[in-house]
């Protein structure tokens, strides 16, 4: 046999085998076909009849138990030895040409020859076997290896889940909302029954605090009735609450169970729907225990820390309030509350001592009118409204200067010494003092009294003002105020302002004449005096030697 024969035996060959796989494929997808349809409509026929059972006539659980585990135990038999198993057994291509040639009898056993002679690379070379070979691939380029495949039962199963699915959709259809609850039932989930009226949610707080008011909202569906009841259970003791429809209609409804002492448990009744029971833990809230209050002064003041009771807050403005708060157990969190100023500053709780939280407060100027504390457990469960500690806050007064010479208005001449005698006060101590002037109506000057770095609290100095230092000439004048500046780096700082004061630069025969009216003046002033000592001596001898009968002794 020429090697041209035997390469045309392969092809023809392959070709055989090719199809062969085709047949195999479709055998194995319609094995799987069948197998899924049975195990499906046995799964869903079993729970359908059981759901529709189970909406009429409210089945138990053993009744249910008795309906969906064979149905679902079989399903799962079947899948496996229908679906898996064939899938995991692919047919060989000696099977395969039986299931053909046992459809299509044409062959009358050359096919399956074929393929087994074929397998042998030394067989293609043989003549005979090419023969066969090629006679076979002629017979069955005319014939269509479908015919092979048997889809009558998995027709007939499909039917069967059209069938099982179309009841399923009826029931659906039956149930409407209920659906879900009837497959929760079948698959042994819950034991809750089925309803016209259907709760779909309820939302509450679930963990409150002992005396807290507990709001139930409740979203229904289905039948919708005009009210509902709230059935609750709390130790030994039960009670029920009106469930009312909210005002806007629709499936809203909306209860208060108004300050629970203790933990309990609840169901929601609407209509034929009773809901699976809820819990609300109820945990005593954290109370404050103590507070110890410490007042840090500003550094300008140079006072050291003071305690404070809380009843009597009443704090220089600029100063930090430092606090210590005790509570009756573990705290998660909790922040003080400033009124007045209607803001939250943080505590900041103790890793070591749960029960210890410090915070600090700073004074402002003005707002600020006391503080409350609010505590927060690891339950999420916050204090009650704790007492309010009021403050007062003090102010920080600016100083007072006042000069206490000259008069407010001197004359001087150019060349003049001015003598500058001024009193200070601050209530934590002067820390600048300043001297204004205008000279002619002319730009403000200032000049810095040098303190030295002292901050007293009184202070009493003179300043010799050479006037020479300004290049007056007579009939100038000079205006001149005193500012003192406190030591107030953080609400300040404060000032106090003399009134002001002038010196007019006259010459020096001004100076003389009014120095000599000054002196005629303060003589005319003594000589009025000793006139008027005279007049009353003269009085009192009259009044001292008249008779008591009013004539002369």
Same mark, same amino acid.
């Given at each position: 046999?020429?090697?041209?024969? +035997?390469?045309? %035996?392969? &092809?023809?060959?392959?070709?055989?085998?090719?199809?062969?796989?085709?047949?195999?494929?479709?055998?194995?997808?319609? /094995?799987?076909? +069948?197998?899924?349809?049975?195990?499906?409509?046995?799964?869903?026929?079993?729970?359908?009849?059981?759901?529709?059972?189970?909406?009429?006539?409210?089945?138990?659980?053993?009744?249910?138990?008795?309906?969906?585990?064979?149905?679902?135990?079989?399903?799962?038999?079947?899948?496996?030895?229908?679906?898996?198993?064939?899938?995991?057994?692919?047919?060989?291509?000696?099977?395969?040409?039986?299931?053909?040639?046992?459809?299509?009898?044409?062959?009358?056993?050359?096919?399956?020859?074929?393929? /087994?002679?074929?397998?042998?690379?030394?067989?293609?070379?043989?003549?005979?076997?090419?023969?066969?070979?090629?006679?076979?691939?002629?017979?069955?380029?005319?014939?269509?290896?479908?015919?092979? @495949?048997?889809?009558?039962?998995?027709?007939?199963?499909?039917?069967?889940?059209?069938?099982?699915?179309?009841?399923?959709?009826?029931?659906?259809?039956?149930? &409407?909302?209920?659906?879900? #609850?009837?497959?929760?039932?079948?698959?042994?989930?819950?034991?809750?029954?089925?309803? $016209?009226?259907?709760?779909?949610?309820?939302?509450?707080?679930?963990?409150?605090?002992?005396?807290?008011?507990?709001? %139930?909202?409740?979203?229904?569906?289905?039948?919708?009735?005009?009210?509902?009841?709230? !059935?609750?259970?709390?130790?030994?003791?039960?009670?029920?609450?009106?469930?009312?429809?909210?005002?806007?209609?629709?499936?809203?409804?909306?209860?208060?169970?108004?300050?629970?002492?203790?933990?309990?448990?609840?169901?929601?009744?609407? *209509?034929?729907?009773?809901?699976?029971?809820?819990?609300?833990?109820?945990?005593?809230?954290?109370?404050?225990?103590?507070? !110890?209050?410490?007042?840090?002064?500003?550094?300008?003041?140079?006072?050291? =820390?003071?305690?404070?009771?809380?009843?009597?807050?009443?704090?220089?403005?600029?100063? @930090?309030?430092?606090?210590?708060?005790?509570?009756?157990?573990?705290?998660? !969190?909790?922040?003080?509350?400033?009124?007045?100023?209607?803001?939250?500053?943080? #505590?900041?709780?103790?890793?070591?001592? /749960?029960?210890?939280?410090?915070?600090?407060?700073?004074?402002?100027?003005?707002?600020?009118?006391?503080?409350?504390? $609010?505590?927060?457990?690891?339950?999420?469960?916050?204090?009650?409204?704790?007492?309010?500690?009021?403050?007062?806050?003090?102010?920080?007064?600016?100083?007072?200067?006042?000069?206490?010479?000259?008069?407010?208005?001197?004359?001087?001449?150019?060349?003049?010494?001015?003598?500058?005698?001024?009193?200070?006060?601050?209530?934590?101590?002067?820390?600048? @003092?300043?001297?204004?002037?205008?000279?002619? *109506?002319?730009?403000?000057?200032?000049?810095?009294?040098?303190?030295?770095?002292?901050? =007293?609290?009184?202070?009493?100095?003179?300043?010799?003002?050479?006037?020479?230092?300004?290049?007056?000439?007579?009939?100038?004048?000079?205006?001149?105020?005193?500012?003192?500046?406190?030591? *107030?780096?953080?609400?300040?700082?404060?000032?106090?302002?003399?009134?002001?004061?002038?010196?007019?630069?006259?010459?020096?025969?001004?100076?003389?004449?009014?120095?000599?009216?000054?002196?005629?003046?303060?003589?005319?002033?003594?000589?009025?005096?000793?006139?008027?000592?005279?007049?009353?001596?003269?009085?009192?001898?009259?009044?001292?030697?008249?008779?008591?009968?009013?004539?002369?002794?």
């Amino acid at each position: 046999m020429t090697a041209e024969t +035997t390469n045309a %035996i392969r &092809r023809e060959m392959r070709q055989l085998q090719f199809r062969l796989a085709a047949t195999r494929a479709r055998l194995v997808l319609t /094995q799987a076909g +069948t197998g899924m349809a049975m195990a499906a409509s046995l799964a869903i026929g079993g729970l359908v009849v059981e759901m529709t059972l189970d909406w009429l006539v409210h089945l138990p659980w053993l009744a249910r138990a008795c309906f969906s585990v064979p149905a679902l135990g079989g399903a799962i038999w079947i899948f496996y030895r229908e679906v898996i198993l064939p899938l995991l057994r692919v047919p060989s291509d000696h099977a395969v040409a039986c299931a053909i040639e046992r459809a299509m009898p044409v062959f009358e056993t050359r096919l399956i020859a074929s393929i /087994q002679l074929g397998r042998d690379a030394a067989g293609k070379k043989n003549a005979l076997v090419g023969a066969l070979i090629r006679e076979t691939a002629a017979l069955a380029a005319g014939q269509d290896f479908r015919k092979a @495949v048997k889809n009558e039962r998995l027709m007939r199963y499909a039917r069967a889940l059209a069938c099982v699915l179309v009841a399923a959709a009826g029931l659906a259809g039956m149930a &409407r909302g209920n659906m879900t #609850l009837l497959l929760e039932r079948a698959l042994l989930l819950t034991t809750r029954l089925p309803s $016209r009226t259907r709760i779909e949610k309820i939302e509450c707080a679930t963990r409150i605090a002992a005396g807290e008011d507990l709001k %139930i909202e409740v979203q229904a569906a289905g039948v919708i009735p005009q009210d509902g009841m709230i !059935e609750a259970e709390s130790g030994p003791r039960s009670a029920e609450y009106k469930l009312e429809r909210d005002a806007g209609g629709g499936g809203g409804f909306h209860a208060m169970i108004r300050s629970v002492p203790e933990s309990l448990r609840f169901r929601v009744v609407l *209509n034929d729907a009773t809901s699976d029971p809820v819990t609300v833990t109820v945990f005593s809230p954290p109370a404050v225990l103590g507070v !110890e209050c410490t007042e840090v002064f500003p550094a300008y003041t140079n006072l050291a =820390p003071v305690p404070r009771p809380t009843g009597d807050l009443s704090l220089l403005a600029g100063s @930090v309030l430092r606090l210590k708060v005790t509570a009756s157990g573990p705290v998660k !969190e909790g922040n003080v509350h400033l009124a007045g100023l209607e803001t939250d500053s943080p #505590l900041a709780v103790n890793a070591g001592d /749960q029960r210890e939280a410090d915070g600090a407060i700073p004074i402002p100027r003005a707002g600020l009118t006391g503080f409350s504390i $609010r505590l927060v457990d690891d339950n999420g469960i916050a204090s009650r409204e704790t007492a309010v500690y009021r403050i007062d806050i003090v102010p920080d007064h600016p100083p007072t200067i006042k000069i206490t010479h000259p008069s407010e208005e001197e004359a001087a001449t150019v060349a003049a010494t001015e003598l500058i005698a001024f009193r200070a006060e601050d209530d934590f101590g002067v820390a600048k @003092v300043l001297l204004h002037y205008v000279v002619n *109506n002319g730009q403000e000057r200032v000049i810095d009294l040098d303190l030295a770095g002292a901050r =007293p609290r009184e202070l009493e100095r003179r300043f010799d003002w050479k006037l020479d230092a300004l290049n007056l000439a007579p009939g100038g004048e000079v205006e001149y105020w005193m500012e003192a500046v406190d030591a *107030n780096d953080v609400t300040g700082p404060g000032r106090g302002v003399t009134g002001h004061a002038e010196i007019k630069i006259v010459t020096d025969e001004e100076k003389r004449a009014e120095l000599a009216e000054r002196m005629n003046d303060t003589l005319g002033s003594l000589d009025e005096m000793s006139q008027g000592e005279d007049e009353a001596a003269g009085r009192l001898g009259t009044l001292i030697f008249q008779s008591p009968d009013g004539g002369n002794p």
